[in-house]
């Protein structure tokens, strides 16, 4: 047997395997799902609704912000405030804020400003300003891209009343009016990201959180020092809600609401850098997972089964195992979409997800070969072990 033979049977035992893995993939995340929908009624909105503080950090204008701020001041809940906080005064982000609020004067706002950060993630340093002034114990921190109906608050508050939960995570649905690009981007949001998140829920609960949408204690926030020794990191969410599992002790619940993620980037060179920078992120913040996540994707081991087995004589074998790969991806966005984040958009193209898949794979691959530096509203970082942040000058 040559060298070339050895080769050419390596690289096919290695597509199988590939094909196995992410269809067992699969199964886990249709049994994740079932999961998911049975704990929708552990955790409805009920009687318990304690007055909260909804922070926001601001950093310039975004496409449809002042629709997304708006939704959070329609809220169905008896007593709320809302916090923004932005670098200067005469920030966009908080002149949006300003307009949005003089329409609803009944919603206890208020603006504020924390200069330029002192910490790696300025980010976390406008949470920590908003949280020293926040009136109530529960606070909810979102992005600003992000939307909500009219229950949210009650219903991600709901978990609270249990006093060993520290904090209630959401997942999300990606919105986006742009074109190919953003809308790959997007179902990337509502499928690969939802699958991962609700695997890693039902075999080990969640030890993690998802920046969209975050409710904690004050006094847990307290436990891990405030937010400043979570400002060292890229992954602030991640890092936070894994503290609050390990270090302060307390349940993370992944809520059964979810929340609107608004894609910003239309253009292909954004969202390509955009997603990739989280790729990257994601390898130092969890390295040996995002090793393992490399045997989730399903079509680049159809796309490698069919090139070996092409090669070899075996074609028609090749292109069943890439049509076998393109059906599962199909049918796993159609499940995610209709049964957990009700994504009509990715529901009506979920014929493009076997292209995200490959997408994802190929982030993942460069996420071992690109550079370490990444930018985040307009600052440029480098990211170090454990997923923390050096500031760059430039």
């Not at 002034?133 to 229950?151: C, F, H, M, Q, W």
């Not at 219903?155 to 790959?184: E, I």
């Not at 006094?219 to 405030?226: A, F, L, N, P, Y």
């Amino acid at each position: 047997m040559t060298f070339g033979h050895i080769v050419s049977l390596a690289l096919g035992a290695f597509a199988v395997f590939g094909v196995v893995t992410s269809t067992v993939y699969s199964l886990l995340v249709a049994l994740a799902v079932n999961d998911f929908r049975r704990a929708a009624s552990k955790h409805a909105p009920g009687s318990f609704r304690p007055p909260v503080s909804v922070l926001k950090a601001l950093h310039g204008d975004e496409p449809d912000l002042e629709q997304n701020l708006a939704s959070f001041f329609v809220q169905d809940y008896p007593e709320y405030e809302i916090l923004f906080c932005a670098r200067h005064s005469n920030d966009l982000g908080l002149e949006a804020a300003r307009r949005v609020a003089a329409r609803f004067p009944n919603v206890n706002a208020r603006i504020l400003t924390c200069g330029e950060p002192p910490w790696p993630n300025a980010r976390t340093f406008s949470f920590e300003i908003m949280r020293r002034e926040a009136k109530y114990p529960i606070l909810v921190t979102n992005d600003s891209d992000v939307r909500v109906g009219p229950d949210y608050l009650a219903s991600v508050v709901a978990p609270l009343a249990d006093p060993n939960v520290g904090m209630v995570t959401c997942l999300y649905r990606g919105v986006t009016r742009h074109g190919l690009w953003a809308q790959l981007e997007a179902m990337g949001m509502s499928i690969e990201m939802t699958s991962g998140v609700l695997v890693a829920n039902m075999v080990e609960g969640m030890k993690f959180a998802l920046g969209p949408s975050m409710v904690m204690r004050q006094s847990t926030v307290e436990k891990i020092g405030g937010f400043e020794p979570i400002s060292h990191y890229y992954a602030d969410d991640f890092v936070l809600g894994n503290w609050t599992a390990l270090k302060a002790r307390q349940k993370v619940v992944l809520s059964t609401y979810i929340v609107e993620h608004h894609v910003l980037n239309g253009a292909f060179k954004k969202s390509i850098a955009h997603q990739q920078g989280w790729a990257t992120s994601t390898r130092f913040s969890r390295p040996a997972g995002h090793v393992g996540e490399l045997l989730t994707y399903a079509v680049p081991f159809g796309l490698l089964a069919l090139a070996v087995l092409g090669s070899t004589g075996h074609l028609l074998l090749g292109l069943a195992l890439l049509a076998f790969t393109l059906l599962d991806r199909v049918l796993l966005c159609l499940l995610v979409a209709s049964s957990v984040v009700k994504d009509g958009s990715a529901l009506r193209k979920a014929w493009l997800y076997p292209l995200r898949d490959f997408m994802g794979f190929c982030f993942w691959v460069r996420s071992y070969s690109g550079s370490r530096r990444t930018r985040y509203r307009g600052d440029l970082y480098e990211l170090l072990p454990e997923g923390r942040l050096r500031k760059l000058a430039e």
